[in-house]
């Protein structure tokens, strides 16, 4: 069962008393890397700036989720821990606020920390005059070769979880957000059907797309 899969964590830490945990498979993602890099010649420098591109990718991730945690916290629900697999991560909270509004600010929570990071990194770009390497025309360049595509790439990298994640495909934070309003007009289940509908033609809409332009990883995820 997907609990069961969640009990195959190995514990890396807390913070406000939420458990952070690590799945086994993450570290396939890693090995991915590594061997995609040296089946296409990468130098062992551009293998360690991808790796760690990855894993701080997922430290944004496991900020993300602590929006959402810490959040819930405020209105009284505890969060059973956190957990980084393949595909990102999941707080599991034990239960979800009873009140519309409550529960939006929680779905929220976890993107609005994304903004945030996006925000500080193009600060640090403008102090370092380092701007420039947002246009249009120098991100299409950035590559993992040298340090310097390091932070416009993990700018952009966390704007494209704020949007991926606000897609209305419920149960992801768009789809709470969504279920959130409805619930406001008509009700808690009868919001939760249509949230859930609605995000069922989004996935059948997206894995069509992928599987049409041959992103794959698209089309599982």
Not at 80 to 102: C, F, H, S, T, Y
Not at 123 to 135: A, E, H, M, T, V
Request: aromatic fraction near 10%; include cysteine.
């Amino acid at each position: 069962s997907p609990f069961a899969m969640f009990e195959n964590a190995w514990y890396i830490g807390s913070f406000s008393r939420i458990p952070v945990k690590i799945h086994w498979t993450f570290l396939l993602i890693v090995l991915y890397v590594i061997g995609t890099g040296l089946s296409d010649g990468a130098t062992l420098m551009e293998i360690a700036i991808e790796v760690a591109f990855i894993l701080t990718i997922f430290v944004c991730v496991v900020l993300h989720e602590f929006g959402h945690a810490l959040t819930a916290q405020r209105f009284g629900i505890k969060t059973e821990d956190i957990i980084l697999l393949p595909i990102g991560g999941v707080a599991r909270l034990r239960n979800m606020p009873e009140k519309p509004m409550q529960e939006l600010i929680v779905a929220v929570m976890g993107p609005v920390v994304n903004v945030a990071i996006a925000i500080l990194i193009g600060l640090l770009l403008y102090s370092l005059g380092r701007l420039d390497q947002l246009s249009p025309e120098s991100l299409e360049q950035l590559s993992f070769e040298n340090w310097q595509s390091f932070l416009p790439l993990l700018l952009m990298s966390n704007v494209m979880l704020v949007l991926f994640n606000m897609i209305p495909a419920f149960p992801m934070d768009g789809g709470r957000v969504l279920r959130a309003l409805l619930s406001m007009g008509v009700g808690r289940l009868k919001a939760t059907r249509i949230a859930t509908l609605i995000g069922q033609a989004i996935c059948l809409v997206l894995v069509g797309v992928g599987l049409y332009y041959g992103a794959y990883t698209l089309a599982l995820i």
